[in-house]
């Protein structure tokens, strides 16, 4: 299994509203990120967790909430999001640093949410 | 901390032609490693090729091949033969061996006519 599932696919919500994005994988990958991507445009690091903690957290506003419950799960809590918080929030997967073999160093991404802030 | 750079907002190709798409790259780390990453339309994340700067040997994966010259911080890659199911933006990526973190250039989007 070389999957990431992303969930949902899309989504449309308020301003005042708190929704959560899920991610998932199974290929014993110790290393979950959370990308923001933006039309025509690179994806950007918003959180990096390593072995279920976080490591990384580029400065992201506070009204993003990161979670890891374990090894295959990831989560992203949102709340109180502006309209320019809509974008493409991608998951991938990755072996940590640290790990021997090549494969598994590339991020393997989910398909990503489609998110739209009204 | 790896900077990636990708001079060509846009490509186009020939069906069955040949392409190039050029990437260069800096990094202070020592051994690290490089991507292509394919994002069609929709949107899925793709890895392409991979190469690990230790390996002299350039990558090649069916149609796809990369030249990497690492003295130069180079890392193009060649897609012969176009399909136009290639069509897609190309991200170039880095990442070093002492993190997780990936860096992404800003993209060359190709176009593949017919």
């Known amino acids: 299994d070389t999957e990431v599932t992303q969930t949902p696919k899309h989504l449309v919500m308020g301003m005042t509203n708190k929704k959560s994005l899920k991610c998932e994988q199974h290929?014993?990958?110790?290393?979950m990120y959370w990308y923001k991507q933006k039309a025509k445009k690179p994806p950007e690091l918003m959180f990096v967790?390593?072995?279920?903690?976080?490591?990384i957290n580029e400065s992201v506003p506070s009204r993003f909430s990161p979670e890891c419950p374990n090894s295959s799960l990831l989560n992203l809590h949102l709340h109180a999001l502006q309209p320019e918080d809509s974008a493409l929030y991608l998951c991938?997967?990755?072996?940590?640093?640290?790990?021997?073999?090549?494969?598994?160093?590339?991020?393997?991404f989910g398909q990503g949410t489609r998110l739209t802030v009204v | 901390a790896q900077t990636v750079t990708q001079s060509q907002p846009e490509m186009s190709v020939q069906e069955a032609e040949t392409v190039t798409l050029s990437c260069t790259y800096d990094t202070s780390e020592s051994d690290y490693y490089l991507f292509w990453y394919k994002q069609p339309p929709s949107r899925q994340m793709i890895l392409v090729i991979r190469q690990e700067a230790y390996k002299q040997q350039n990558a090649t994966e069916n149609r796809f091949s990369v030249n990497f010259q690492k003295a130069a911080k180079s890392f193009s890659l060649k897609i012969s033969d176009s399909q136009l199911g290639d069509a897609a933006m190309y991200f170039c990526?880095?990442?070093?061996?002492?993190?997780?973190?990936?860096?992404f250039g800003e993209g060359t989007q190709l176009t593949v006519n017919p």
């Open positions: 290929m014993g990958h110790r290393a």
């Open positions: 991938a997967s990755s072996q940590p640093r640290g790990t021997d073999a090549i494969e598994g160093k590339e991020a393997f």
């Open positions: 967790y390593s072995y279920e903690k976080l490591s």
């Open positions: 990526a880095a990442r070093g061996t002492s993190g997780s973190r990936l860096t």
